[in-house]
């Protein structure tokens, strides 16, 4: 069984500021890694994931993540975040032997508010 | 096409109606997924469709019943129903091919509401 973690339920931020959106979890198997967007009262929007290869993964609207194996942890990143950003962000996994993400496990998520 | 469109967008039901959500996707993906999202929580699946037979079921109380027509289709039949049912319903859809790309596409969701 896997389990995410997200350390913090929500992240004030000004706008043009640096952001990061903590993610650690925990399996006894390798594993894909998600990070979702919720934006209110919509579905979730894939922002970028980890399937193997190179660890620092580039997403879209400006987002990178990388995956640490040692320390179990894909951290969500963006170097100068903008009003539109403001949303809930989900880091979610799913065990690699069920050929990717049958079941995909989230995170308890984060809000994201960006101060003007 | 990379949509999945789920209809109605929005829900309202007694708990002694029978309505269906119904979920659409023509990307050509194998596997189908519902997930039940309460507020202010993180999406939770319901059931997993793989080649158009159910392969994961999270002991779902069978007030739900999941339904796969065929490889594009979708759909959640609802009957007897509690408030406490009431949620974002979100349909996801992957391509479901091992060793390759992969992730999901969900849906706009439907808001349902149980009174």
């Known amino acids: 069984a896997q389990s995410v973690t997200q350390l913090d339920s929500q992240v004030p931020v000004f706008e043009e500021a640096p952001v990061e959106l903590r993610c650690n979890y925990s399996?006894?198997?390798?594993?894909?890694l998600f990070w979702y967007v919720q934006y209110p009262n919509q579905g979730l929007q894939l922002l970028l994931k980890?399937?193997?290869?190179?660890?620092l993964v580039k997403g879209i609207n400006g987002f990178e993540a990388e995956f640490n194996k040692s320390q179990t942890s894909f951290h969500l990143r963006k170097p100068s975040v903008h009003i539109s950003d403001t949303a809930e962000y989900f880091c979610?996994?799913?065990?690699?032997?069920?050929?990717?993400?049958?079941?995909?496990?989230f995170g308890t998520g984060t809000r994201l508010t960006i101060i003007p | 096409d990379t949509e999945v469109t789920q209809t109605p967008k929005h829900l309202v039901m007694g708990m002694t109606n029978k309505k269906s959500l119904k979920c659409e996707q023509h990307?050509?993906?194998?596997?189908m997924y519902w997930y039940k999202q309460k507020a202010k929580k993180p999406p939770e699946l319901m059931f997993v469709?793989?080649?158009?037979?159910?392969?994961i079921n999270e002991s779902v109380p069978s007030r739900f019943s999941p339904e796969c027509p065929n490889s594009s289709l979708l759909n959640l039949h609802l009957h007897a129903l509690q408030p406490e049912d009431s949620a974002l319903y979100l349909c996801?859809?992957?391509?479901?091919?091992?060793?390759?790309?992969?992730?999901?596409?969900f849906g706009q969701g439907t808001r349902l509401t149980v009174v």
């Open positions: 996801a859809s992957s391509p479901r091919n091992k060793g390759l790309d992969t992730e999901a596409f």
């Open positions: 399996s006894s198997v390798s594993v894909y």
């Open positions: 980890y399937l193997s290869g190179s660890t």
């Open positions: 979610a996994v799913s065990d690699i032997s069920n050929f990717g993400n049958e079941k995909l496990t």
């Open positions: 990307m050509g993906h194998r596997a």
């Open positions: 469709y793989s080649y158009e037979k159910l392969s």
